[in-house]
């Protein structure tokens, strides 16, 4: 089995129904993995949330660096990196998914 990318999806995604993702991270910034692999050659990574809707920066500071750090780690057990990470649709993570925050801090890691 091998990953090619992730698809990122927000939890107002309505292919998100308590499955179809291998990772759940909750606002609070746990970590919930999915008892099966969602699909062959993706990883499927959801942030709790809805993210069409403007949310603060700070609310969800610990859940970007949680994310963040599962990311990481994961492109390197499958030798992926961010550029490999693709939202699931246009309306899914939503417009206000902050993007930029979490590649920045995926290249700060690098360093
Ligand atoms: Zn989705």
């Known amino acids: 089995m091998q990953y090619t990318g992730f698809t990122i999806h927000h939890s107002a995604c309505p292919s998100i129904n308590g499955k179809g993702f291998d990772f759940l991270i909750t606002r609070q910034g746990t970590i919930i993995p999915s008892a099966k692999p969602t699909e062959i050659d993706h990883l499927h990574?959801?942030?709790e949330g809805?993210?069409?809707?403007?949310v603060s920066g700070d609310q969800?500071?610990?859940?970007?660096f949680i994310a963040t750090k599962l990311i990481m780690r994961l492109c390197e057990a499958?030798?992926?990196?961010f550029e490999h990470m693709h939202p699931h649709t246009?309306?899914?993570p939503g417009r206000h998914f902050?993007?930029?925050?979490l590649v920045l801090s995926m290249?700060?890691?690098?360093?």
């Open 45 to 47: 990574i959801c942030l």
């Open 50 to 54: 809805d993210f069409s809707v403007k």
């Open 60 to 64: 969800m500071k610990e859940q970007l």
């Open 78 to 81: 499958y030798h992926l990196s």
């Open 90 to 92: 246009l309306t899914c």
């Open 98 to 101: 902050p993007w930029a925050e």
């Open 107 to 111: 290249s700060d890691g690098y360093h």
